[in-house]
């Protein structure tokens, strides 16, 4: 059997500066912002509630966010730092994840930036399918994949 190719932790308020670092690190890295008021608006936003650091080895690589009613699993936000991309991490989790709702009998959903093309495609080829535009954001759409077939 392989080794695990991820684990994670609850997050907690200490690891603020590691969940800004790869909120700033993911994004587009031609985007210009005013360092200041970046984090001010990070840390007016910066909830714990199913929050999570993701780590490889010993090692926090990313940052995921899920929660989980009675309805869906809602994956709000899955970000791996530049050096550990495509090493498999991200759809380790998304594979774990989608088992563990059909597990429940519950239905995976999400929103993406419609920018975001190679999400898109990962989670395309994974089985989710485009629902919507978000009511929240233009430009993203919501996607969702369907455990109770």
């Not at 989608?98 to 519950?106: E, P, Q, T």
């Amino acid at each position: 059997m392989s080794e695990k190719k991820y684990g994670y932790r609850e997050a907690a308020q200490s690891d603020f500066e590691f969940m800004y670092r790869v909120m700033v690190t993911v994004r587009s890295p031609h985007r210009t912002y005013n360092e200041q008021e970046e984090r001010a608006k990070f840390a007016k936003n910066f909830k714990l509630e199913g929050l999570h650091v993701i780590e490889h080895g010993r090692q926090d690589v990313g940052r995921l966010r899920f929660l989980l009613n009675d309805e869906h699993l809602y994956l709000g936000g899955i970000q791996i730092l530049p050096a550990f991309q495509r090493k498999g991490i991200g759809s380790a989790i998304l594979f774990d994840l989608i088992r563990d709702a059909a597990n429940l009998g519950v239905d995976v959903t999400l929103e993406v930036h419609t920018s975001n093309t190679d999400a898109q495609r990962l989670y395309r080829k994974l089985g989710f399918v485009e629902v919507g535009q978000d009511p929240h954001c233009s430009a993203a759409i919501k996607m969702c994949y369907f455990t109770k077939r």
